[in-house]
Protein backbone atom coordinates (compact mmCIF):
# COMPACT_ATOMS: atom_id res chain seq x y z
CA UNK A 1 0.00 0.00 0.00
CA UNK A 2 1.14 3.40 -0.90
CA UNK A 3 1.50 5.53 2.49
CA UNK A 4 1.39 8.98 0.80
CA UNK A 5 -2.10 8.37 -0.52
CA UNK A 6 -5.25 8.52 1.56
CA UNK A 7 -6.84 5.09 2.35
CA UNK A 8 -10.02 3.47 3.07
CA UNK A 9 -10.26 1.50 5.87
CA UNK A 10 -13.09 -0.79 7.51
CA UNK A 11 -13.73 -0.55 11.56
CA UNK A 12 -13.62 -3.25 13.51
CA UNK A 13 -17.50 -4.70 13.67
CA UNK A 14 -18.94 -3.80 17.07
CA UNK A 15 -22.03 -5.74 17.07
CA UNK A 16 -22.51 -9.20 18.21
CA UNK A 17 -23.43 -10.84 15.11
CA UNK A 18 -23.36 -14.80 14.59
CA UNK A 19 -20.21 -16.29 14.34
CA UNK A 20 -21.27 -17.95 10.49
CA UNK A 21 -22.09 -13.83 9.43
CA UNK A 22 -19.33 -12.79 10.64
CA UNK A 23 -17.54 -15.11 8.63
CA UNK A 24 -19.32 -14.58 5.52
CA UNK A 25 -19.01 -11.18 5.95
CA UNK A 26 -15.39 -11.04 6.03
CA UNK A 27 -15.01 -12.85 3.33
CA UNK A 28 -16.91 -10.95 1.13
CA UNK A 29 -15.39 -8.00 2.48
CA UNK A 30 -11.87 -9.69 1.76
CA UNK A 31 -13.27 -10.25 -2.06
CA UNK A 32 -15.31 -7.56 -2.82
CA UNK A 33 -14.79 -4.55 -0.83
CA UNK A 34 -12.81 -1.40 -2.24
CA UNK A 35 -11.00 -1.07 1.16
CA UNK A 36 -7.26 -0.75 2.09
CA UNK A 37 -7.23 -1.06 5.21
CA UNK A 38 -9.49 -4.29 7.33
CA UNK A 39 -9.92 -3.87 11.37
CA UNK A 40 -10.16 -6.95 13.06
CA UNK A 41 -11.06 -8.15 16.16
CA UNK A 42 -13.33 -8.20 19.70
CA UNK A 43 -13.41 -4.56 20.79
CA UNK A 44 -16.74 -4.01 22.79
CA UNK A 45 -17.16 -7.18 25.03
CA UNK A 46 -14.69 -10.19 26.16
CA UNK A 47 -17.28 -12.29 26.33
CA UNK A 48 -18.26 -12.39 22.41
CA UNK A 49 -14.96 -13.75 21.96
CA UNK A 50 -15.05 -17.65 21.86
CA UNK A 51 -17.56 -17.34 19.10
CA UNK A 52 -15.29 -16.05 16.88
CA UNK A 53 -12.11 -17.42 17.68
CA UNK A 54 -12.68 -20.42 15.80
CA UNK A 55 -12.67 -18.75 12.41
CA UNK A 56 -9.90 -16.40 13.02
CA UNK A 57 -7.16 -17.57 11.63
CA UNK A 58 -9.20 -18.14 8.22
CA UNK A 59 -10.26 -14.21 8.42
CA UNK A 60 -7.46 -12.87 8.38
CA UNK A 61 -5.72 -15.21 5.61
CA UNK A 62 -8.66 -14.34 3.65
CA UNK A 63 -8.59 -10.81 4.00
CA UNK A 64 -4.79 -10.58 3.50
CA UNK A 65 -5.63 -12.51 0.17
CA UNK A 66 -7.95 -10.43 -0.85
CA UNK A 67 -5.01 -7.67 -0.56
CA UNK A 68 -6.29 -5.84 2.35
CA UNK A 69 -3.95 -4.40 5.48
CA UNK A 70 -5.50 -6.10 8.93
CA UNK A 71 -4.93 -4.23 11.61
CA UNK A 72 -5.69 -5.72 15.05
CA UNK A 73 -7.91 -4.08 17.67
CA UNK A 74 -8.48 -4.55 21.25
CA UNK A 75 -10.77 -4.02 23.83
CA UNK A 76 -11.99 -1.00 24.78
CA UNK A 77 -12.24 -1.92 28.26
CA UNK A 78 -10.12 -4.16 29.94
CA UNK A 79 -11.72 -4.90 33.64
CA UNK A 80 -10.40 -7.61 34.89
CA UNK A 81 -7.35 -10.53 34.61
CA UNK A 82 -9.36 -12.21 31.76
CA UNK A 83 -9.92 -8.62 30.05
CA UNK A 84 -6.20 -8.19 29.80
CA UNK A 85 -5.04 -11.74 29.11
CA UNK A 86 -7.20 -11.14 26.15
CA UNK A 87 -5.30 -7.80 25.21
CA UNK A 88 -2.05 -9.34 26.03
CA UNK A 89 -3.11 -11.99 23.36
CA UNK A 90 -3.47 -9.44 21.21
CA UNK A 91 -0.85 -7.84 22.04
CA UNK A 92 1.17 -10.94 21.61
CA UNK A 93 0.68 -10.97 17.66
CA UNK A 94 2.30 -7.36 17.24
CA UNK A 95 5.09 -8.73 15.62
CA UNK A 96 3.34 -10.12 12.53
CA UNK A 97 0.08 -7.31 12.61
CA UNK A 98 -0.11 -3.82 13.47
CA UNK A 99 -1.97 -3.67 16.79
CA UNK A 100 -4.72 -0.78 17.64
CA UNK A 101 -4.86 0.04 21.02
CA UNK A 102 -7.97 0.65 22.48
CA UNK A 103 -7.20 1.85 25.69
CA UNK A 104 -4.41 2.49 27.95
CA UNK A 105 -3.70 -0.28 29.34
CA UNK A 106 -3.06 -1.86 25.37
CA UNK A 107 -1.18 1.40 24.76
CA UNK A 108 1.70 0.37 27.87
CA UNK A 109 1.45 -3.01 26.57
CA UNK A 110 2.45 -1.96 23.41
CA UNK A 111 4.50 0.97 23.94
CA UNK A 112 8.65 0.95 22.11
CA UNK A 113 6.67 -0.49 19.66
CA UNK A 114 5.13 0.22 16.20
CA UNK A 115 1.55 -0.09 16.80
CA UNK A 116 -1.75 2.20 16.08
CA UNK A 117 -4.24 4.58 18.58
CA UNK A 118 -7.94 3.86 18.04
CA UNK A 119 -10.50 6.59 18.67
CA UNK A 120 -11.52 5.46 22.03
CA UNK A 121 -8.05 6.52 23.11
CA UNK A 122 -8.88 10.31 23.53
CA UNK A 123 -5.63 12.37 21.15
CA UNK A 124 -7.18 15.97 21.89
CA UNK A 125 -4.05 18.03 21.66
CA UNK A 126 -0.60 18.45 19.86
CA UNK A 127 1.43 17.49 23.45
CA UNK A 128 -1.08 14.14 23.28
CA UNK A 129 0.12 13.72 19.63
CA UNK A 130 3.51 13.63 20.36
CA UNK A 131 3.28 11.68 23.31
CA UNK A 132 1.47 8.23 21.77
CA UNK A 133 3.85 9.32 18.52
CA UNK A 134 7.19 9.21 21.21
CA UNK A 135 5.52 6.14 22.47
CA UNK A 136 5.96 3.99 19.14
CA UNK A 137 1.59 5.39 17.77
CA UNK A 138 2.20 5.36 13.42
CA UNK A 139 -1.49 5.51 13.15
CA UNK A 140 -4.20 7.74 15.15
CA UNK A 141 -7.40 6.80 14.95
CA UNK A 142 -8.77 10.61 16.03
CA UNK A 143 -12.07 10.97 17.91
CA UNK A 144 -15.09 11.22 15.62
CA UNK A 145 -16.44 14.49 18.14
CA UNK A 146 -13.05 15.95 17.08
CA UNK A 147 -13.76 19.26 15.28
CA UNK A 148 -12.99 20.71 11.83
CA UNK A 149 -10.05 23.35 13.66
CA UNK A 150 -9.14 20.80 15.55
CA UNK A 151 -8.10 18.24 12.86
CA UNK A 152 -6.63 20.78 11.36
CA UNK A 153 -4.00 21.67 13.81
CA UNK A 154 -3.47 17.69 14.97
CA UNK A 155 -2.89 17.40 11.12
CA UNK A 156 -0.56 20.08 11.09
CA UNK A 157 2.05 18.77 14.42
CA UNK A 158 1.21 14.52 13.32
CA UNK A 159 3.76 12.39 12.20
CA UNK A 160 1.88 9.33 12.28
CA UNK A 161 -0.95 8.54 9.95
CA UNK A 162 -4.11 10.53 11.48
CA UNK A 163 -7.38 8.76 10.30
CA UNK A 164 -11.00 9.85 10.80
CA UNK A 165 -14.39 7.83 11.03
CA UNK A 166 -16.83 9.46 8.16
CA UNK A 167 -19.31 6.63 8.08
CA UNK A 168 -21.53 4.77 10.84
CA UNK A 169 -22.83 5.39 14.12
CA UNK A 170 -20.35 6.69 16.51
CA UNK A 171 -19.17 5.62 19.48
CA UNK A 172 -19.63 7.63 22.34
CA UNK A 173 -18.70 5.67 25.62
CA UNK A 174 -18.06 2.28 27.10
CA UNK A 175 -19.07 1.19 30.79
CA UNK A 176 -18.63 -1.85 33.01
CA UNK A 177 -22.00 -1.94 32.85
CA UNK A 178 -24.32 -4.55 30.48
CA UNK A 179 -26.89 -1.84 29.07
CA UNK A 180 -28.65 -4.43 26.85
CA UNK A 181 -28.76 -7.22 30.03
CA UNK A 182 -30.39 -4.21 32.17
CA UNK A 183 -32.87 -3.50 29.57
CA UNK A 184 -33.98 -7.31 29.20
CA UNK A 185 -34.15 -7.50 33.10
CA UNK A 186 -30.43 -9.37 33.03
CA UNK A 187 -27.36 -9.42 34.92
CA UNK A 188 -24.54 -8.81 32.84
CA UNK A 189 -22.87 -12.21 33.84
CA UNK A 190 -25.85 -13.97 32.82
CA UNK A 191 -26.44 -11.86 29.97
CA UNK A 192 -27.39 -14.50 27.61
CA UNK A 193 -25.56 -12.30 24.44
CA UNK A 194 -29.24 -10.70 24.13
CA UNK A 195 -27.48 -8.00 21.90
CA UNK A 196 -27.38 -10.36 19.30
CA UNK A 197 -30.85 -9.21 19.02
CA UNK A 198 -30.09 -5.73 18.23
CA UNK A 199 -27.45 -5.65 14.70
CA UNK A 200 -26.76 -2.49 14.70
CA UNK A 201 -27.73 -1.35 18.14
CA UNK A 202 -30.78 -1.11 20.28
CA UNK A 203 -32.30 2.17 19.84
CA UNK A 204 -33.09 4.60 23.02
CA UNK A 205 -35.52 7.41 22.51
CA UNK A 206 -35.98 10.28 25.14
CA UNK A 207 -38.68 10.84 27.18
CA UNK A 208 -40.60 12.70 24.33
CA UNK A 209 -39.69 9.80 21.52
CA UNK A 210 -37.01 10.76 19.55
CA UNK A 211 -34.35 8.32 18.54
CA UNK A 212 -31.28 9.71 20.40
CA UNK A 213 -28.61 6.61 21.09
CA UNK A 214 -28.00 2.81 20.21
CA UNK A 215 -26.84 0.73 22.68
CA UNK A 216 -24.68 -2.23 21.98
CA UNK A 217 -23.80 -4.02 25.17
CA UNK A 218 -21.21 -2.27 27.03
CA UNK A 219 -21.08 0.68 24.65
CA UNK A 220 -22.99 3.48 23.85
CA UNK A 221 -23.57 4.79 20.19
CA UNK A 222 -25.15 7.78 18.62
CA UNK A 223 -28.12 6.95 16.81
CA UNK A 224 -27.74 8.56 13.81
CA UNK A 225 -25.04 7.32 11.17
CA UNK A 226 -21.82 9.67 10.78
CA UNK A 227 -21.35 10.74 6.91
CA UNK A 228 -18.58 12.94 6.41
CA UNK A 229 -19.24 11.95 2.48
CA UNK A 230 -19.23 16.27 1.67
CA UNK A 231 -16.46 16.86 3.86
CA UNK A 232 -13.72 14.34 2.53
CA UNK A 233 -12.00 16.76 0.48
CA UNK A 234 -11.24 19.29 2.99
CA UNK A 235 -10.37 16.34 5.30
CA UNK A 236 -7.69 15.67 2.53
CA UNK A 237 -6.36 18.73 1.91
CA UNK A 238 -5.91 19.46 6.01
CA UNK A 239 -3.57 16.05 6.10
CA UNK A 240 -6.30 12.98 7.06
CA UNK A 241 -4.92 10.63 5.64
CA UNK A 242 -6.97 7.53 6.58
CA UNK A 243 -10.98 7.60 6.58
CA UNK A 244 -12.53 4.24 8.48
CA UNK A 245 -16.06 3.04 7.58
CA UNK A 246 -18.14 1.68 10.75
CA UNK A 247 -19.62 -1.45 9.40
CA UNK A 248 -23.09 -2.30 9.76
CA UNK A 249 -25.93 -4.56 8.57
CA UNK A 250 -26.07 -2.49 5.12
CA UNK A 251 -24.27 -3.40 2.10
CA UNK A 252 -20.60 -2.30 3.08
CA UNK A 253 -19.32 -3.15 -0.37
CA UNK A 254 -21.77 -0.55 -1.87
CA UNK A 255 -20.83 2.20 1.17
CA UNK A 256 -17.35 1.47 0.45
CA UNK A 257 -17.37 1.97 -3.54
CA UNK A 258 -19.42 5.27 -2.51
CA UNK A 259 -16.67 6.73 -0.59
CA UNK A 260 -13.70 5.49 -2.72
CA UNK A 261 -15.67 7.35 -5.51
CA UNK A 262 -15.86 10.32 -3.60
CA UNK A 263 -12.13 10.35 -2.49
CA UNK A 264 -11.24 10.22 -6.06
CA UNK A 265 -13.27 12.98 -6.83
CA UNK A 266 -15.65 10.68 -9.27
CA UNK A 267 -18.85 11.64 -7.54
CA UNK A 268 -19.82 15.40 -6.43
CA UNK A 269 -20.62 15.56 -2.60
CA UNK A 270 -24.37 16.02 -3.27
CA UNK A 271 -24.52 12.80 -5.36
CA UNK A 272 -22.72 10.89 -3.10
CA UNK A 273 -25.07 11.68 -0.15
CA UNK A 274 -28.26 10.91 -2.63
CA UNK A 275 -26.75 7.51 -3.18
CA UNK A 276 -26.19 6.63 0.34
CA UNK A 277 -29.63 7.69 1.60
CA UNK A 278 -30.90 5.25 -0.90
CA UNK A 279 -28.42 2.78 0.33
CA UNK A 280 -29.93 3.37 3.74
CA UNK A 281 -33.45 4.45 3.38
CA UNK A 282 -34.41 3.88 7.36
CA UNK A 283 -30.89 5.52 8.45
CA UNK A 284 -30.51 9.29 9.42
CA UNK A 285 -27.42 11.05 8.82
CA UNK A 286 -25.19 13.62 11.17
CA UNK A 287 -22.20 15.77 10.60
CA UNK A 288 -22.48 18.12 13.52
CA UNK A 289 -19.54 17.30 15.41
CA UNK A 290 -17.00 18.44 12.34
CA UNK A 291 -19.26 21.53 12.36
CA UNK A 292 -18.42 22.33 15.80
CA UNK A 293 -22.40 21.85 16.73
CA UNK A 294 -24.48 19.23 17.90
CA UNK A 295 -22.98 16.08 16.99
CA UNK A 296 -26.93 15.09 15.96
CA UNK A 297 -26.63 17.91 13.17
CA UNK A 298 -26.86 17.62 9.56
CA UNK A 299 -25.16 20.29 8.02
CA UNK A 300 -24.61 21.53 4.30
CA UNK A 301 -20.71 20.38 3.68
Not at 23 to 48: H, L
Not at 131 to 142: C, H, P, T, W
Not at 196 to 218: C, H, K, M, Y
Amino acid sequence: MDVTKPDLSLGPLLFNWPAAEVRDFYCRIADEADVDVVYFGEAVCAKRRPFIAPHFEEIVTRLQTGEKRVILSSLQLAMDRKDMAAVADMVAMADDFLVEANDMAACSLLGGRSFAIGPTVNVYNEATLRFFEKEGAVRISLNAELPEASLRALATAATARLEVQVFGRIPLAISARCFHARAHRLAKSGCQYVCEQDRDGLTVNTLDDQSFLAINGLQTLSHRYLNLLGELPLLQDIGIGGFRLSPHTADMVKVADLYRARLNGRVSGEEANARLACLLPAASFANGFFHDAAGLADIPA
